[in-house]
């Protein structure tokens, strides 16, 4: 923004002879004048929450949900599921917008409230359920053709929501030819050396853990020849 202003200015001279005086000096000068602000957002209170659909999804998140409410503003709205932040808030309307879910610490029932950034405005809370992951597991052998005594290793890959816990690697007749822990990448290996001659279809079963369910590998087909 800019204007124009005056000033007013008082010289003091003095001369050899003649004493003080002070006469008034009027300078005119325009100067610019720049003025910085911060944009405020002025709400009447918090804004509210009335559904939240779907109201269930995986626990380790990743996915969408729409939220439908009053007092949304866009670039202004945090989503809190459980105390964490959701992502990629987008405000179509006042009264909807979307959020990606956050991954959950545990299956169940949890709150999710709404609020402007930076304030202490927040909705009312509202449920929303944390469902078992979907697990899978990938098998391999190898090699898959050996001779009797020769170490197979088997190596079972599970995903979903962070899985823990153990893998059993199983036979045909269901027998458990090994367990082995899942590491941080969600692999589990384990070395035979035991597999009788002739043809062996071995699976890999994953038990599940508090956030993601069982799941068992396709069959995996190891032939052991005999010396």
């Given at each position: 923004v800019g204007f124009e202003c005056e000033i007013d200015y008082t010289l003091d001279i003095v001369g050899q002879d003649s004493g003080l005086f002070t006469p008034e000096l009027e300078i005119y000068q325009p100067i610019d004048v720049f003025l910085e602000y911060e944009p405020m957002m002025l709400v009447a209170g918090p804004p509210t929450l009335d559904a939240v659909e779907p109201g269930e999804g995986s626990v380790a998140g990743g996915y969408g949900v729409d939220l439908t409410g009053t007092g949304f503003v866009a670039g202004q709205m945090d989503v809190l599921f459980d105390?964490?932040?959701?992502?990629?808030?987008?405000?179509?309307?006042?009264?909807?917008?979307?959020?990606?879910?956050?991954?959950?610490?545990?299956?169940g029932a949890v709150d999710v409230v709404v609020g402007y950034s930076g304030s202490a405005f927040e909705s009312g809370p509202l449920a929303f359920t944390y469902l078992e992951a979907d697990s899978t597991v990938a098998l391999s052998a190898s090699p898959p053709n050996a001779v009797l005594g020769e170490v197979v290793e088997l190596q079972a890959s599970v995903s979903g929501a962070s899985p823990t816990g153990d893998v059993e690697f199983r036979d045909g007749t269901g027998a458990v030819l090994a367990t082995a822990s899942l590491g941080g990448s969600g692999s589990a290996t384990a070395s035979i050396d035991t597999l009788a001659e002739g043809s062996h279809v071995i699976t890999a079963h994953y038990p599940g853990d508090a956030r993601n369910g069982a799941a068992s590998s396709s069959a995996v087909t190891v032939t052991i020849a005999g010396p």
């Open positions: 105390g964490v932040p959701g992502t990629d808030v987008v405000v179509s309307a006042s009264t909807q917008l979307t959020v990606t879910v956050p991954e959950g610490t545990a299956v």
